[in-house]
């Protein structure tokens, strides 16, 4: 049997395909899930509480509070007040002006209300007319933009023909700097010698100067010790001191309130004892003002109790009444609302079905028109037919001579 009539057992090694990561990369993103979890657990929100069961708050008041209400109190009684005074000396009361102005103030507030969906309705017209506008405004528009756009297109030509103009400019003006370049060179060269010379005697003026100055420092160095020296041997010098101190008499100088230091304890003494003496004489008028402001401030509590309690009985009826009015000028702008919108509608309507039948018109005249104009054209053809066909049956008939003869003629008009 030969050895290449059996083949080898085919071995499959199955590897695995699965996705493999570092151990460091998979611990990060376990502990980023356990952080991450706690954020996103939901809470679920309680109710707000029910306060109009809730008993009335007591609200403690500050003396700024209670002074200013009181001012307030005080500035409305002095105001009516006024009024009193004014109908007992004129004879008149104003309350029938005040009726009167205010009626005034809601017709002018209603024709007000007019004017502005007056002006809405108008600017809903016209934005209809604007959009028209626009649309033949754009048209306008892209014909200036394609003719500036061909003269752009012109201009950059000219532009490109004059920058290469001034290219060959430009070059001819570097050519003739070129030519002339060696001779400043030379010049600069001269110049640098000259100024190596001069920079050299400036050097040595300037050693000299400074050599001169370090022999002056050096002087004034020497003076300034000497002075010191002297100086300190001034006060090393030893100085007799003798003092002799007495409490009860004065320095003697001749300066006004001169006094010794016994008398000036003495006096300190006196006024310590009267600023004590006056600081409770103030402590005293201090709890005095206090107690007599307390006794004014519980009045001012009282009677401001006493107007709050009216005052609400009052704003109770005034807001019923004045959410009765609300809910009346509410319903009657709405009402008025829907007659202006009714209104808009039929005078669109109506402008819509004026420019439909102008428009049909438009159409109908181009029809009868072209109609017109198809006729005229049909009926010129049949003329210069039977016109053609006449002829040949007269060709057929009389001889050449007889056609072309001067009494013979034909009606022919190529107009029709």
Known sequence: MKAHAFAAPTVLILISCAPWSFPTTRLREEREAELMAENNVRFKAKPAPDMSRAPPARVKYNAGAILREDALYKKKQSKEASLLQAYESELRDSTEFYRWQKEMREVDEKAKFDAVEARRLAMIEGHIRTVEAVEKNLQERKKAAKEMRERGVREAKELEEEHAEEIRQNRKKVEAVHEIAHKPAEAMAKVKVENRKAAKELR??????????????????????????????????????????????????????????????????????????????????????????????????????????????????????????????????????KQKKLELAKKLEKKRAEILSERKELREEEERVAKQRMFLGAAAKVSVASVLRC??????????????????????????
């Open 204 to 337: 040595r003026i300037g050693k000299e100067l400074e050599k001169e100055r370090a022999r002056k420092a050096k002087i004034e160095q020497e003076r300034k010790a000497d002075i010191i020296r002297q100086i300190q041997a001034l006060e090393r010098a030893p100085r007799k001191r003798v003092v002799h101190f007495d409490p009860t008499e004065s320095s003697g100088m001749g300066l006004l309130e001169e006094m010794s230091l016994v008398e000036l304890r003495e006096r300190l003494t006196m006024n310590k004892a009267e600023k004590e003496q006056e600081l409770i004489e103030k402590k005293q008028n201090i709890v005095e003002l206090h107690r007599k402001r307390e006794v004014k401030m519980h009045a001012r509590i009282k009677n401001i109790t006493r107007v709050r309690k009216a005052a609400a009985e009052a704003n109770r009826s005034a807001r019923k009444h004045e959410k009765e009015e609300a809910a009346r000028k509410v319903f009657v702008k709405s009402e008025l609302l």
């Open 391 to 416: 002829y040949s049956s007269l060709c057929c008939t009389f001889p050449s001579s007889f056609l072309h003869s001067s009494f013979l003629i034909f009606p022919f008009h190529t107009s029709l």
